[in-house]
């Protein structure tokens, strides 16, 4: 007779309470060292989560901390900025209400996508059950009874599901851990909760609360693919290795370091791996395409074979494929993830960017690039650098360029400060002008470059990181997008340093405006003139510094660049959030890259400007290549 198995121990709690005290018990390990892979939890609550979720939180509060933010989709930004600084190794939570509380999360989800950093999503959703359908904040299609305003997740996520009963948590919440650690697969994770299965008990098996180490693997490129692209880069005259962030997630920095150096290989940084090699090395050539240095994309133009190590070769990375311009260029491409390792038709080398350098530099001992090719390298850095200095020392009057703010701001921090921007013209003299030291120093939001980022990204990475100093750059326009989060690092006791750069407009559309014939039109904050019925009248009196002040922290207002200066001092010797408000000049641009970025311009047009433009867009649009030829075999 056989015997009757001894029942498995359960533990009754509902779906919300069994899910904070799983993410509890979830940790991550790369090279040996662990950590949380959950720290926290962003929440802010309405109907739709807080009988649930905040019920959760409040009753298990040494599971997983509650962070109060003030805006949805700035929350998710929080996390962002965390996970990135964390090298992606631990993350937050966030969770929202139905309706608008969920669907404010939705931007927040694509920028973490876009950029393959890790966060997690809990949406409220409506009622499983739909017992008393429709909801406050419910959309009805009458084609389909099971969609829900969270179905607008799916796009933008790299795992979805709907907990529709409390016992499909138990596959889901693993499944989710799995995609938030694999660093191939990861982004957005969204778990939608519907409100009435959030308080719902079940009896969940013990093992689902075990203690569980995800390890962070470190492939190695396979044997052929390695072979190959040995080879080609045997073979190659004029190299060059573009380095993108895929470096700095790995923690790859000192061996791209030790291979450049060994090699002589001159090396590129896209916006996400700015500070991949430190300013100063002597392999180190800036930055590459649109807003990159005119050292980088001269040799670019050059290259015979170029080394991409994880970049996913963004159209700024490429100046939307007119940069290389060999007609025999071959890509390498040492990326984690097959589908960025294939792009430009390149030699994939699928694998860790830290193992994958380490596995080129043991095949070629010895081998270095033609002294002529690095000479050439170091004389455009020198040119370049000298152009950065005058750029720097502009001494334009009567207000300051950026570019002079963006230099005594360099000035005055220190190699570990943090400097954080995400939108505007800003992060593209960031990515020409600025001189990182640090791997983790430089912070610039360029995958989905949204607008907002900034403050929200900045409070992520305090959290993350609460021995630096964290400076966000942030304009005018920026910053009327989403400023709120202000309020949450005055709650927090967390400092951070907000540059104010006020230009009274959209300074980088202006640009890109006239450079497509459309004449800076919306890109002023003005009176709508009662005249002429159009938005030219006198610039708007908004004091976006008393703003500031309102959300709760310090506010300096500088004066022309001295006054900067006096007062960038002042913020980083201060205890608390500091705000500096600041006007630049936004005609005044930086160094001019030479390197395109396609926006179309209108066929036909009755404006001459317009017109012009169209004709310089066809002439670039004609260097464009499709980067189809395979690698030579």
């Known amino acids: 007779m056989t015997a009757t198995p001894a029942p498995r121990p359960t533990r009754r709690l509902t779906t919300a309470q069994a899910l904070v005290a799983f993410l509890a018990q979830q940790h991550t390990e790369r090279d040996g060292t662990e950590q949380r892979l959950i720290e926290g939890c962003f929440g802010i609550f309405g109907h739709g989560n807080i009988a649930g979720l905040g019920q959760a939180l409040l009753e298990r509060p040494d599971d997983l901390t509650y962070y109060q933010a003030r805006n949805e989709q700035a929350m998710v930004h929080a996390a962002v900025g965390y996970a990135r600084t964390r090298r992606r190794l631990s993350t937050l939570a966030c969770t929202a209400s139905v309706g608008p509380g969920a669907t404010n999360m939705v931007t927040g989800a694509a920028l973490a996508t876009v950029n393959r950093l890790p966060v997690l999503l809990l949406p409220g959703d409506t009622f499983a059950s739909r017992a008393a359908s429709p909801l406050l904040q419910e959309l009805e299609q009458p084609y389909a009874a099971d969609i829900t305003v969270n179905d607008a997740f799916r796009p933008v996520s790299r795992y979805f599901d709907r907990i529709w009963r409390p016992e499909q948590l138990l596959s889901s919440a693993v499944r989710a851990m799995r995609v938030l650690t694999d660093p191939a697969e990861t982004g957005a994770v969204t778990l939608c909760l519907p409100q009435d299965v959030q308080a719902e008990a079940w009896d969940f098996p013990e093992e689902f609360f075990a203690r569980r180490v995800w390890h962070i693997r470190r492939p190695v490129p396979d044997e052929a693919s390695l072979t190959a692209a040995v080879r080609l880069l045997r073979g190659a005259r004029r190299p060059l290795i573009v380095a993108g962030g895929g470096v700095i997630h790995s923690d790859a920095t000192d061996a791209l370091a030790d291979f450049a150096r060994t090699t002589g290989i001159p090396v590129a940084v896209t916006q996400a791996g700015k500070a991949a090699l430190p300013h100063g090395h002597p392999a180190a050539v800036g930055a590459i395409g649109h807003t990159g240095s005119t050292a980088a994309n001269a040799l670019a133009r050059q290259a015979d074979v170029v080394i991409g190590i994880g970049t996913r070769w963004q159209d700024f990375t490429t100046a939307s494929r007119t940069l290389f311009t060999d007609p025999d260029v071959a890509f390498v491409n040492l990326n984690i993830a097959a589908f960025d390792a294939a792009k430009h038709a390149g030699s994939a080398l699928v694998a860790d960017a830290r193992a994958g350098i380490q596995a080129l530099a043991a095949q070629l001992p010895g081998w270095s690039a033609e002294p002529a090719w690095r000479e050439r390298a170091e004389t455009l850095v020198r040119r370049w650098d000298a152009a950065a200095d005058a750029a720097f020392t502009r001494g334009h009057q009567p207000l300051p360029s950026q570019s002079e703010i963006i230099g005594a701001l360099r000035q005055a921090m220190g190699e570990r400060d943090v400097v954080l921007c995400a939108a505007g013209s800003i992060p593209g003299d960031l990515h020409k002008l600025w001189r990182p030291s640090d791997p983790l120093a430089y912070h610039v939001e360029y995958g989905f470059s949204c607008m907002g980022y900034e403050i929200a990204g900045g409070l992520g990475v305090k959290m993350a990181a609460p021995d630096r100093q964290v400076v966000v ?59 002429s019925g159009h938005l030219d009248g006198g610039m708007l009196p908004v004091d976006l510094a008393a703003n500031a002040a309102s959300l709760g922290a310090d506010v300096l207002r500088a004066r022309g660049l001295d006054g900067f200066r006096d007062a960038i001092g002042a913020a980083l010797a201060a205890e608390r959030t500091t705000v500096v408000h600041v006007e630049t000049d936004p005609r005044i641009g930086s160094p001019d890259s030479d390197a395109w970025w396609e926006v179309p311009v209108a066929a036909v047009s009755a404006l001459p400007t317009t017109t012009r433009a169209r004709a ?11 980067l189809l030829a395979p690698p030579p075999a």
């Open 473 to 531: 750059l942030v304009g005018d326009g920026s910053y009327l997008m989403m400023a709120q989060e202000i309020a949450t690092a005055v709650a927090e006791h967390l400092k951070l340093v907000v540059v104010l750069v006020q230009n009274h407009g959209y300074a980088s559309i202006g640009a890109l405006s006239e450079s497509v014939g459309a004449d800076r039109f919306g890109t002023q904050y003005r009176y709508r003139d009662p005249a």
């Open 616 to 626: 310089e867009y066809e002439q670039h649009k004609a260097a464009q290549r499709p």
